[in-house]
């Protein structure tokens, strides 16, 4: 595992366990179950953010401006880091009826956390 993947799941469990006000996790609400839950969601977010690259080759740059945009808006707007600017933003109807905005999405969240293009 990398150190960004790393830091993706650290993102997670801030967002997922409580924090005390020095930034330790109380280990009481870790769970090898909630451990699991959010090696599972990076793993999704990176498959995603494959598959669209894959899908859209040369074109997946430009593709993801608009996501990338959005989710940056979200964030800015509302104060979140990524992850937690993409779960804001999987409330949306619109988002829940589109299979490819979900993708891509995704994919943005990747890209900001850990740039590959």
Not at 14 to 31: C, E, M, S, V, Y
Not at 47 to 66: G, H, I, P, V
């Amino acid at each position: 595992m990398t150190l960004k993947k790393r830091d993706i799941i650290e993102e997670l469990e801030k967002k997922l366990h409580k924090i005390d006000n020095k930034g330790r996790i109380d280990q009481q609400n870790i769970t090898k179950r909630g451990m699991e839950k959010e090696i599972k969601l990076a793993s999704k977010l990176y498959k995603c953010r494959d598959t669209a690259k894959k899908f859209f080759r040369d074109e997946y740059s430009k593709k993801l401006e608009s996501y990338t945009f959005l989710l940056e808006t979200v964030m800015k707007d509302h104060n979140l880091d990524a992850i937690p600017a993409l779960l804001r933003i999987s409330e949306l109807e619109a988002y829940k009826e589109n299979g490819m905005a979900q993708m891509m999405f995704m994919a943005a969240t990747v890209e900001l956390i850990e740039p590959s293009v």
